[in-house]
């Protein structure tokens, strides 16, 4: 009996692990991405992304997270080089961890959850990390079981492992449209006039996905600052003394980085960003540098004249509340979609891919309500404010 076929757009953290999990489960799988892959524009090609298991009162993200740390550490034993870190992560509060706020909420979660995340205070952060102003940060926690991933290596190493299962990757080569009958969609065009039929059709195009699709009333892309600083003290960023952080993060925005082995501390900024199209230039601009600037200068000092070696405006694909799209189009069967990674999809990579795969396979799973298909325009304006509340 010949395989089932899958055609997917996209070759980020989305796509790929798509692709592992169906090639396990049998599939034929062919991926196609304009870019070279890891596509340099793309949001999972980067040297760090935040991989944690604190998220408010959400005990599904907290658990997913859980899950996704265990198998990054297995991936750690059997890949060349450990690209999965744990040096911890810091919740900075500057008002004090108060209910309802993403510091405390996340501190109680873990605590329920059998966790023993340490409370610090203006002393013990000084001793801890002496790079903060300890003054603006009063209150918050460590959690040392967490910590970031090198995501462009990670996705490298996956591409390989879908080589290895026969994934055929065509590199420099997009969607440029579908093709369909009968409100049914059989495979897709390429931007080099190839048509691919496939028994399901898959678009895990990132930031490009509500425009490719024409769902970008649900489905959008928005642009967020990135920096790389060099700092003149590099002892003072050093994982063991600057662990991850998120600074007050839901008020604020800004998170970061230890130092890498490039000498390189990398601070961003998550808020609801700008919208942009996902092909227009990308620029970070004064006022993002002034921002960062006002920033370091209340909250870490010894950053103010580091050297900025990089800036980047990259790409969330966004959607109203923040949780991921990922389901089939009710009036296009055939037509799959994974994408809305809202700045937090990354560090669920060991996980993402059998999500996606048992939504191909109409597998119903815990909370993949959150997941579904927008109903449309209308169900947009009553869940932006909670999006903000999805940290990095
Ligand atoms: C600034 C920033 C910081 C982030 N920080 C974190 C973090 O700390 N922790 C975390 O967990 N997550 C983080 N994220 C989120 C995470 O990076 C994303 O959720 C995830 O990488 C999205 O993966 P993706 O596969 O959907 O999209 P992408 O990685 O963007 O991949 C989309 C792919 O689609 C391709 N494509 C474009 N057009 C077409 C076409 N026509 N046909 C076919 N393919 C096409 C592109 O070339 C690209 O390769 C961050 C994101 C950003 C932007």
Redesign the pocket.
């Known amino acids: 009996m010949s395989k089932k076929t899958v055609i997917i757009?996209?070759?980020?953290?989305?796509?790929v692990t798509a692709a592992i999990s169906l090639a396990r489960r049998g599939r034929e799988v062919t991926l196609?991405?304009?870019?070279q892959l890891p596509?340099p524009?793309?949001?999972?090609?980067?040297i760090s992304?935040?991989?944690r298991r604190e998220y408010g009162t959400d005990t599904y993200y907290m658990e997913l997270g859980e899950r996704s740390i265990q198998q990054f550490k297995a991936w750690n034993e059997d890949w060349p080089e450990p690209l999965y870190h744990e040096v911890g992560l810091l919740l900075l509060s500057r008002g004090g961890m108060k209910p309802d706020s993403f510091e405390y909420e996340s501190y109680q979660t873990l605590r329920q959850a059998g966790f023993d995340p340490e409370r610090f205070n203006k002393e013990s952060l000084k001793a801890r990390a002496p790079a903060w102003n300890a003054e603006a940060f009063p209150d918050g926690f460590f959690h040392a079981p967490s910590g970031y991933a090198q995501?462009e290596k990670v996705l490298s190493q996956l591409l390989s492992i879908g080589e290895s299962l026969g994934v055929e990757f065509r590199e420099e080569e997009?969607?440029a449209g579908l093709l369909e009958r009968d409100g049914r969609v059989f495979g897709l065009r390429t931007t080099k006039e190839n048509e691919i039929q496939a028994d399901q059709t898959l678009v895990?195009?990132?930031?490009?996905t509500g425009h490719?699709l024409g769902l970008t009333w649900g489905l959008w892309a928005s642009g967020?600052p990135?920096f790389h600083l060099r700092p003149e003290n590099p002892d003072l960023f050093r994982p063991e003394c600057f662990p991850v952080f998120t600074a007050d993060i839901a008020e604020t925005g800004w998170y970061g980085f230890p130092i890498n082995d490039d000498g390189v501390v990398k601070v961003?900024r998550h808020a609801l960003g700008r919208k942009i199209h996902p092909d227009e230039e990308r620029v970070v601009t004064q006022d993002d540098h002034k921002e960062l600037q006002k920033f370091l200068s209340f909250a870490l000092p010894d950053l103010v004249t580091a050297e900025i070696v990089y800036t980047r405006l990259?790409?969330?694909?966004d959607t109203a509340n923040g949780h991921f799209w990922i389901d089939e189009d009710p009036d296009r069967k055939g037509l799959f979609v994974a994408?809305g990674?809202?700045?937090?999809?990354?560090?669920?990579a060991p996980m993402l891919g059998d999500i996606i795969a048992d939504v191909l396979d109409h597998k119903d799973f815990r909370e993949r309500g959150r997941f579904a298909w927008r109903a449309g325009a209308a169900e947009f304006n009553n869940e932006e404010e909670s999006r903000a509340t999805h940290s990095?």
């Open positions: 757009a996209g070759g980020g953290v989305f796509g196609i991405d304009p870019g596509s524009l793309a949001a999972s090609t980067d992304k935040v991989v995501s997009g969607l895990a195009a990132g930031a490009w490719l967020h990135v961003a990259c790409l969330y694909s994408a990674g809202s700045g937090h999809g990354f560090k669920f990095k």
